[in-house]
């Protein structure tokens, strides 16, 4: 299983924008990711619903989590958009 602990550089956390920019990536990547927040229980990176129930906040931590063949390179790309709070995935890690 391969897992990233990052923190949310989005200053309002992972809602509405954020969060949307974030599952269209999360889609995007082609393989199972599960997001969680401190110690509660993983969801679909893929679902905007579960996405935004996690109430992340800015500066909270996050882990990434894929067991999917891919998912070193999807889970890195993920982190970095997560990581500073990018407006759009980035092509390259």
């Known amino acids: 299983m391969a897992e990233r602990r990052v923190n949310v550089g989005w200053a309002e956390g992972l809602h509405a924008r954020p969060a949307s920019i974030f ?3 999360a889609t995007a990547s ?3 990711v599960t997001i969680a927040k401190g110690g509660g229980s993983p969801v679909n990176a893929a679902s905007m619903l579960a996405v935004l129930g996690l109430g992340a906040q800015g500066g909270e931590e996050i882990l990434l989590a894929s067991d ?3 998912a070193e390179i999807a889970l ?3 982190a970095k958009l997560v990581a500073e709070g990018l407006d759009e995935l980035p092509e390259t890690v």
Do not use: E, H, S
């Open 23 to 25: 599952v269209r990536a």
């Open 30 to 32: 082609g393989v199972p």
């Open 68 to 70: 999917a063949d891919g």
């Open 76 to 78: 890195d790309r993920l």
